[in-house]
């Protein structure tokens, strides 16, 4: 596997970097003549365009030239590899994940799951994981991982995991936690085990509704405990430190308003989620009284050096599933079946949906006047805008504004793509 990995990553560097020949240095550009790409997942096909990718040169915020990528008949989900030369899509028509070679900008074969998936992870390695929550494996009770070989095809291992809903691995593939429905454990996976002898899956109690983790570059897991807003009957939300070694274990819990996703930025970790309605509607914690929304989000700064909770903001309700860190300190926080305010019935004509953006410099939070379900979000270093999946749409953010970005390429700050865009993935790192 090491020397796998190890091919790929001198494959990107061949395929993406100066050569020198007779007429001097030149780029080896990809199909699409792009250097800046981003790939837009289209769930639903139109009229005029197919459900799969749709490249996107992310320089102009303008659609290649280039025809879009195959990428089955209902496509939901994708997980793009580390080294980004990888593309894994999970089309729910056929409970398929279609492999993309990114740098031919082609579809390189499917790969048949045993049920539908909604967690996806590609590895440097080679391999791929998918939780699917009813794979059937005799003797075990419904649920697994499944090991997807992305380069040979097909399935290469299925590992018992009762009702897995979602996978998460560490920056080189040795560790894959593996989180359950209505389960107060966390399952580690060790891929490189199998077959060997060694015992592949370790469960590991002591949480409280985990659902899911963020590594940090150490390689500490920070397990999420969605706890109330997930049915515990505990006072609140929590992150644990899981400890590894001979005999795993669960840390000291970090009380935190909601746990349902992550980020690790510095030392910082910030966790979002959503508060019981008892904590919305009491004081002093309710702070939604300038809204419309019957129930607000929230967002906790955990400094990781003292695991203590050091901030908090109010953000949108929903659950939040999506989180991004823009290149200059904007983090975007995304959820899914929020309180959405329209116009009719709210104050002053307010709108909000399922996004917020908060200011680390400056802990202010912008709400924007915009509706939908947020299901991508997508940042660079070399410019300052987010790509958000939104209700359907592709916006365009201008991180300096925490507005959409009017030109005269996007005058509405939204990229012009018929069909249902239901994620975003930068290709290349820029």
Do not use: W
């Amino acid at each position: 596997m090491k020397k796998t990995a190890l091919l790929s990553a001198a494959l990107i560097v061949a395929a993406f970097t100066l050569i020198s020949c007779n007429s001097g240095p030149h780029i080896v550009l990809p199909p699409s003549k792009l250097t800046t790409r981003v790939f837009a997942l289209q769930s639903v096909s139109s009229p005029t365009s197919a459900a799969g990718l749709i490249i996107i040169d992310a320089s102009k915020d303008t659609l290649a030239r280039a025809s879009g990528i195959s990428a089955g008949t209902a496509p939901t989900l994708m997980a793009i590899s580390p080294e980004r030369s990888t593309l894994l899509v999970f089309d729910s028509a056929t409970n398929s994940v279609q492999v993309v070679n990114t740098k031919t900008e082609s579809l390189t074969g499917s790969i048949q799951l045993a049920g539908p998936t909604k967690s996806l992870v590609a590895l440097t390695t080679g391999f791929g994981y998918a939780a699917v929550p009813t794979a059937v494996l005799n003797g075990f009770p419904p649920g697994a991982v499944e090991v997807m070989n992305t380069t040979a095809g097909g399935i290469a291992a299925t590992i018992s995991v009762p009702n897995a809903q979602t996978v998460v691995g560490n920056a080189n593939g040795t560790q894959l936690l593996v989180f359950s429905s209505d389960s107060d454990a966390v399952t580690i996976v060790s891929p490189f085990s199998l077959n060997t002898g060694n015992p592949v899956t370790t469960t590991v109690p002591g949480f409280d509704r985990p659902v899911t983790a963020v590594f940090g570059t150490d390689g500490t897991a920070y397990v999420l405990n969605c706890g109330p807003e997930c049915g515990s009957a505990s006072a609140s939300a929590s992150v644990q430190v899981l400890n590894f070694g001979t005999t795993p274990s669960a840390g000291p819990a970090v009380a935190v308003d909601g746990a349902t996703i992550g980020l690790v930025s510095g030392s910082n970790l910030y966790v979002a989620g959503t508060p019981t309605a008892s904590v919305n509607n009491s004081a002093p914690n309710n702070q939604c009284t300038q809204t419309a929304a019957p129930t607000c989000g929230r967002l906790d700064i955990i400094d990781l050096g003292s695991m203590t909770v050091t901030g908090s903001a109010v953000i949108t309700d929903g659950y939040h599933d999506r989180i991004d860190m823009s290149g200059n300190g904007q983090l975007f926080i995304g959820s899914h079946t929020c309180s959405g305010v329209g116009n009719v019935n709210a104050p002053q004509g307010e709108v909000r949906g399922c996004l917020s953006i908060f200011n680390t410099a400056t802990a202010a939070v912008t709400i924007p006047p915009d509706s939908g379900d947020v299901t991508g979000l997508q940042g660079f270093t070399g410019r300052n805008v987010e790509y958000v999946a939104e209700g359907g749409n592709l916006r365009v953010y201008d991180t300096t504004k925490n507005k959409l970005l009017l030109n005269s390429t996007i005058t509405t700050g939204t990229i012009g793509i018929t069909g249902n865009i239901v994620d975003v993935k930068a290709v290349d790192f820029f």
